[in-house]
């Protein structure tokens, strides 16, 4: 089975970014569902989430992305996903999900986003 990773990097006291990396599916997808409620603890509302890593994203793994990104407009945050591989971009159109989510190329325009 291919790996599956997260490194997250907090960039102010509202903001973190997270690169995720490998297959998000139902083996894998409660630990970014762990990573994101832990930033929510702390009350880092803002996430930036690069996906250009994500190889394949099961239901259960765009599940995790539709429970967090209402939490984090209640919390006046968003979710903003960078440069998805195809394959994944097709999933979130196939569920409607880029009519929710805020879709940019680089970091920094992820970042831009929340101003």
Do not use: W
Request: hydrophobic share 45%; charged share 20%; with cysteine.
């Amino acid at each position: 089975m291919p790996g599956f990773s997260i490194k997250t990097e907090r960039m102010n006291a509202s903001t973190a970014i997270l690169q995720v990396e490998g297959f998000l599916d139902a083996h894998t997808f409660e630990r970014l569902e762990e990573e994101i409620n832990g930033l929510f603890a702390e009350g880092i509302y803002r996430l930036v989430v690069e996906i250009s890593g994500v190889d394949y994203i099961s239901s259960a793994g765009a599940g995790v992305f539709i429970g967090a990104i209402t939490e984090a407009q209640e919390n006046s945050g968003d979710i903003v996903l960078v440069n998805p591989t195809p394959n994944v971009l097709d999933v979130f159109d196939l569920l409607g999900l880029t009519q929710i989510f805020s879709i940019c190329k680089t970091r920094e325009e992820a970042l831009g986003a929340f101003r």
